[in-house]
């Protein structure tokens, strides 16, 4: 069966903002979150372009090593002039990134005749050990 709430590269901001409570169209690309970073250089990607990407709904960000360097030290958001939570977003995308092949089940796959027949009891059981 496919993926409930698969991460698509349609879906990967709304799913972030989803888990973050950030609106990434919030950023305009000043680079302040980027040039305070005290972990920039580690990164493959600097923090204003994990925005910029998810901006764009880039999936090849979800592989990228920059939520994992992330130290969430808020240097970022303390120089935002939007206030935009970095750190949040970077939580998200890690938790995107783990969850990302959890889910073996979906009830958009299922027919409305199979969801009336089956017990409600064993939906809910089955959708609790098969999806993250």
Same mark, same amino acid.
């Not at 069966?1 to 950030?22: D, Y």
């Not at 970077?90 to 783990?98: G, S, W």
């Not at 990302?100 to 027949?117: A, C, G, P, T």
């Given at each position: 069966?496919?993926?409930?709430?698969?991460?698509?590269?349609?879906?990967?901001?709304?799913?972030?903002?989803?888990?973050?409570?950030?609106?990434?169209?919030?950023?305009?690309?000043?680079?302040? &979150?980027?040039? $305070?970073?005290? @972990? !920039?250089?580690? +990164?493959?990607? *600097?923090?204003?372009?994990?925005? =910029?990407?998810?901006?764009?709904?880039?999936?090849?960000?979800?592989?990228?090593?920059?939520?994992?360097?992330?130290?969430?030290?808020?240097?970022?958001?303390?120089? &935002?002039?939007? $206030?935009?939570? @970095? !750190?949040?977003? +970077?939580?998200? *995308?890690?938790?995107?990134?783990? =969850?990302?092949?959890?889910?073996?089940?979906?009830?958009?796959?299922?027919?409305?005749?199979?969801?009336?027949?089956?017990?409600?009891?064993?939906?809910?059981?089955?959708?609790?050990?098969?999806?993250?």
């Amino acid at each position: 069966m496919s993926k409930t709430k698969a991460v698509s590269a349609e879906n990967l901001r709304a799913r972030v903002e989803e888990l973050s409570g950030e609106n990434v169209f919030a950023c305009y690309q000043c680079g302040m &979150c980027a040039a $305070g970073c005290p @972990l !920039a250089d580690e +990164m493959d990607r *600097l923090p204003s372009q994990v925005i =910029r990407d998810l901006q764009l709904e880039d999936i090849t960000l979800l592989d990228s090593n920059a939520p994992w360097v992330c130290a969430s030290c808020l240097a970022c958001e303390v120089r &935002c002039p939007k $206030g935009v939570d @970095l !750190a949040k977003l +970077m939580e998200a *995308l890690r938790q995107l990134h783990l =969850r990302k092949e959890l889910d073996h089940m979906s009830i958009d796959d299922m027919s409305h005749d199979e969801i009336r027949k089956l017990p409600q009891i064993a939906l809910v059981a089955s959708f609790r050990k098969k999806t993250g």
